[in-house]
């Protein structure tokens, strides 16, 4: 079945895109023993492109979502408690555009300047991407089987349900989703996945 998600005049109305992208990693001491509790910082000089970690786990693992705004350098440091760990003066870390990124840092066993070249900072490209927007479904039984697609930029999405659960007159929900998912890349008229969107009665699952 087509249909189309309409909004109220003058509602804007944000379908299906990506909302940010991950840096993940690891902090690690000069002797490779995992840092907990450090925290990793991005931004630039006017204050923009700000973004902060969680805490590193007892791994020495962090993360956090973020969205380049331009190709700039950004300033990244990493704290811990009130000692702040810097890359050397005047030099900026760039992240690569349109992708999430793995970042695994190495502290200095003396002072509080990061050596910004690896083995002490090394980055790669990292799949997945946070996706927020709108999505449509029908409110049937939890388990219920059935497809959905990812509305396009005009709203117009694509459902397909088995006939004897059409025939029940289901009704129509619309959402808005948040989500982090890695194992592809989601677009404009992309099937829902029951991995991504099951998680009870009323929401899409197919």
Known sequence: MHARIVSDPGD???????????????VTNADGTPVKDAVVWIDR?????????TPTDAEGRYELYYLPEQEEGT???????????????????????????????????????????????????????MYTGVLAGLRVPEGTRYTVTIPDKEGRFVLTV????????????????????EDRQLGWGGFASCRIFAGGSGRPFG
Do not use: C
């Not at 804007?12 to 690891?26: A, P």
């Not at 000089?45 to 970690?53: I, L, P, Q, R, V």
């Open 75 to 129: 300033n990244l440091s990493v704290t811990i408690g009130t000692t702040r760990y810097t890359l050397p003066e005047n030099r900026v870390f760039h992240i690569p555009e349109e992708t999430s990124v793995q970042i695994n840092i190495t502290l200095p066993s003396e002072g509080t300047v990061i050596d910004d070249k690896p083995p002490t900072l090394v980055s790669v490209t990292s799949p997945g991407a």
């Open 12 to 26: 804007v109305v944000t379908f299906f895109q990506v909302d940010k992208y991950r840096i993940g990693g690891k």
């Open 162 to 181: 088995p006939k004897t659960v059409w025939d029940t007159k289901p009704r129509f929900f619309e959402t808005k989703m948040t989500r982090f998912v």
């Open 45 to 53: 000089d006017e204050g923009e492109g700000f973004g902060k970690s």
